[in-house]
């Protein structure tokens, strides 16, 4: 069981065959439930009876239980420690403040994310400067984040009308995106465009109404 893009990404990379559930969290299932009785929320893997609850939890589980290639995590230390660098550029909760937010508070997270998305770009061209993602041998933990963190960029511009990742300003994260969309798997759980805008606008929009009648 899993509903976890990360997760999900990490199951096709690895060759594995599973079954996707999806969750009602407004009506959760007696199952979820009872598989996960302490956090009963989702994501959750169920491998042999045994579920593996949490986003890094079930990545570190699923490189370990199926060590065939891709694996995850470089081997050397230092370039490990590389990836965790990118992690620490705290891009990924401006965007999604500035998913529900208009007007002032809006512009305000914009620049907030420009200047965090400068420093983000600046780490990945000092420690990738020649990244080159030919197939799934080449995709780690760090381009899994990347490409379910920002992948749906185009999306995310369209719903709230700002660009904050292009060509110019972030050229290399632009470029990873890029190359990471045009592998098979990749595409296999992409959601189409038109209907992934149509959602983010929709929850946008719910959001804003309830803080407005708050």
Not at 127 to 141: A, Q, Y
Request: with cysteine; glycine share 4%; charged share 30%.
């Amino acid at each position: 069981m899993v509903q976890d893009i990360l997760s999900e990404i990490a199951l096709k990379l690895k060759g594995i065959s599973y079954e996707y559930v999806e969750e009602d969290l407004k009506n959760k299932t007696e199952s979820l439930i009872q598989l996960n009785p302490v956090l009963k929320k989702i994501p959750l893997l169920v491998h042999d009876g045994k579920p593996v609850a949490d986003t890094q939890v079930i990545l570190d589980y699923i490189d370990e239980t199926w060590k065939n290639s891709p694996r995850f995590y470089p081997e050397d230390p230092y370039e490990r420690a590389q990836e965790m660098t990118v992690s620490c550029c705290k891009v990924f909760e401006v965007m999604g403040r500035l998913m529900l937010q208009e007007g002032e508070a809006q512009a305000k997270s914009v620049e907030e994310a420009r200047e965090r998305f400068r420093v983000l770009e600046e780490v990945l061209k000092k420690h990738f400067p020649n990244k080159t993602i030919r197939g799934n041998d080449d995709v780690g933990l760090l381009d899994i984040i990347i490409i379910a963190s920002f992948g749906v960029y185009k999306a995310v511009h369209e719903a709230i009308g700002v660009e904050i990742i292009d060509p110019v300003n972030t050229p290399t994260l632009y470029n990873w995106i890029e190359q990471l969309q045009q592998l098979p798997v990749i595409k296999e759980v992409e959601v189409p465009h038109d209907r992934l805008v149509t959602f983010l606008q929709k929850c946008r929009q719910e959001h804003l109404q309830q803080a407005a009648n708050a």
